[in-house]
């Protein structure tokens, strides 16, 4: 077996959670007077956390307080409503059955604020996955590798056996920070130009290619 641990992001990867974002992001511009975004806008705008997703979605010259209290907005409304058109990718849920009766460790790390990332990961993945990190005041963002070295010692894996997989340049970033091989997956929010350009070890473009790489 090449590797035994694998690290997921969450957003782009296992989820599709753009609509879902896409409607609390509008719901809290709508609310302070700002231009909603579109989709495709969105789909640019992810990545590397809410805060982020808020700042890029407001003009260049909003104030921090305002763009504090749009997000404080947007982090309300999705709490509630995270859950209304997200679903996991197709092929995800047996790829994570097949790895888990495999006894694969596995984990998600994601950008999403913390508490968000343990509902979604329980409701959806809670047979299959029990670590899940996400943004907070005690470990740095990606792509600083903080997350994956908190997740593979949650596991008590050793980095070496550990391959990392996501949809985003944060992502192969992430990967590369934290010394782990990066398989890119196309269904998610970045298109393959972009993963192999930020220079991502494999790609893929359906969940099950995935195993091909790990055995």
Not at 166 to 184: F, I, R
Request: proline share 3%; charged share 30%; hydrophobic share 35%.
């Amino acid at each position: 077996m090449k590797y035994d641990t694998i690290i997921f992001d969450l957003d782009g990867t296992l989820l599709n959670t753009l609509d879902d974002l896409k409607d609390s992001l509008n719901f809290a511009l709508a609310k302070h007077g700002y231009e909603e975004k579109t989709l495709e806008e969105v789909r640019r705008f992810v990545g590397n956390g809410v805060q982020k997703l808020v700042e890029r979605s407001l003009p260049a010259n909003t104030s921090t307080e305002d763009m504090q209290k749009c997000l404080a907005t947007f982090k309300e409304h999705y709490k509630d409503n995270m859950q209304n058109k997200t679903r996991p990718y197709d092929g995800i849920k047996e790829l994570l059955a097949e790895l888990k009766n495999s006894n694969y460790r596995m984990a998600i790390v994601s950008n999403k604020f913390d508490a968000a990332v343990k509902a979604l990961v329980k409701d959806y993945f809670g047979e299959y996955i029990t670590v899940a990190i996400g943004e907070s005041a005690t470990v740095k963002s990606k792509p600083a590798p903080d997350s994956v070295y908190a997740a593979i010692k949650e596991m008590g894996s050793d980095i070496k056996n550990a391959i990392f997989v996501g949809d985003s340049e944060t992502d192969v970033q992430t990967a590369k920070n934290a010394g782990l091989p990066c398989v890119g997956v196309t269904w998610g929010f970045r298109t393959r130009d972009i993963l192999l350009k930020e220079g991502a070890d494999y790609i893929i473009d359906t969940p099950k290619e995935l195993l091909d790489i790990i055995k």
